[in-house]
């Protein structure tokens, strides 16, 4: 079992990945999985820096930096230069942005209420449960 944990991992989250893509997109969404988690950062805390991005999201600034771009082309979020410091600039989610925003929290509702429908509450519970703790325990090795 051991030696096909992480291949069944890989495997099941590039599945959803995909689906939710699929999804998304079957629905009207232009953002991809990767640029709504940035859009739902904004949404809950707008205009924030980068690097905040960044962090929150556990992502490198490179790939940041790529879907701003992208999200920035689509018009649903733009860049503010600090007044204080103007080589610095914050994110700000646009109202195209906001109307993405809404949309995407239906689809992923659906997209919830449809796992939810083929697997047990219990089942999913206790898997949520491991997955945090694997993750706390992944992120506690990356701090030594």
């Given at each position: ?47 924030i ?51 993405e ?26 898997f ?17």
């Amino acid at each position: 079992m051991e030696k096909r944990l992480y291949y069944s991992l890989t495997r099941t989250q590039n599945s959803l990945h995909q689906y939710v893509k699929h999804i998304l997109q079957k629905k009207g969404l232009k953002a991809s999985p990767a640029q709504l988690a940035i859009m739902f950062l904004l949404y809950e805390k707008n205009n924030i820096s980068m690097s905040y991005i960044s962090n929150e999201l556990e992502l490198d600034n490179s790939a940041i930096t790529r879907s701003i771009d992208r999200l920035e082309k689509y018009g649903f979020v733009k860049r503010v230069i600090n007044s204080n410091d103007r080589r610095e600039f914050a994110i700000e989610i646009t109202e195209s942005g906001m109307s993405e925003i809404q949309k995407a929290q239906k689809v992923i509702k659906e997209i919830n209420n449809f796992i939810e429908s083929k697997i047990k509450k219990e089942r999913l519970a206790a898997f949520k449960e491991i997955l945090d703790e694997l993750n706390g325990i992944l992120r506690e090795e990356l701090q030594k």
